[in-house]
């Protein structure tokens, strides 16, 4: 009976080794092709966060930006090899791996319907981060400005390197923009009071360019703090 028992648990362990793994490889490469492209097609979204590595900003050429994120990748790239690859490929088409200018680019996966860009305020003295070597200004120059949906930029009080200004510009060019929230570590009444000077500044600007028929920006600025990859919105109860 013991030997019996052991039998029929060698076989079941022999028959549940890799039921799913013989299956997969057994369906024609096309068909598992296919599979792996709805399933990048299938994607949720995701915050991308975009930095830039430390570099001699003098000695490279100023159309070099060492730029990676340290957000998870879509689901399937971590799957397989072979999942991965038809990922990439698919990425490539639809011009979805952010600042792919060098062979030995990191790939930063981002679907501008879906996702959402978020800008860490990383300005600092190798970086030199403003005009052309902007992020934001980057992306316009080498993607599809007029696809990004979502946009996230992180304040710092200290530095206060956002104002209304610079927020026209760096907006300017994104024209389906439907949320843009900004990132405090800490929120405060001060930065509550930003906030809605921020969110003023660009309701009077829209209202100037939808008079010329032109697109205009959300009409609040939300803000958030950003909480194991995910941001998490803040409400301001203006009674406080």
């Keep these: 009976m013991a030997v019996n028992s052991n039998r029929e648990l060698s076989m079941s362990q022999e028959g549940d080794e890799d039921p ?5 490889t057994a369906l024609h490469v096309e068909i598992r092709l ?17 930095q830039t590595l430390q570099h001699n900003h003098y000695d490279y050429p100023h159309a070099w930006y060492p730029r990676y994120s340290p957000s998870p990748p879509p689901t399937i ?32 996966y981002f679907n501008p319907a879906i996702d959402t860009l978020y800008v860490p305020n990383d300005k600092t003295y190798w970086i030199r981060d403003w005009g052309p070597e902007g992020v934001l200004t ?29 927020l026209r510009t760096d907006l300017k060019g994104f024209t389906s923009l439907e949320d843009i929230v ?32 032109q697109r205009t920006y959300p009409e609040e600025c939300k803000l958030a703090i950003k909480r194991g990859g995910l941001l998490e919105l803040i409400h301001h109860r203006r009674d406080q």
């Design 77 to 108: 790239v971590n799957v397989c090899r072979e999942a991965r690859d038809e990922a990439r490929r698919e990425a490539q088409k639809a011009n979805h791996l952010l600042f792919a200018t060098t062979p030995d680019a990191f790939d930063i």
């Design 182 to 213: 900004f990132v405090v570590k800490e929120p405060s009444t001060e930065i509550f009071g930003w906030v809605e000077g921020l969110s003023r500044a660009l309701r009077i600007y829209g209202q100037g360019i939808r008079g010329r028929g």
């Design 34 to 50: 296919m599979i792996w492209r709805l399933a990048y097609a299938a994607q949720t979204p995701r915050l991308v966060e975009v």
């Design 138 to 166: 980057q992306f316009k120059k080498h993607h599809q400005p007029e696809l990004l949906r979502f946009l996230a930029i992180e304040l710092d009080p200290l530095s206060r390197a956002t104002t209304h200004h610079t």
């Design 20 to 24: 799913i793994k013989g299956s997969w």
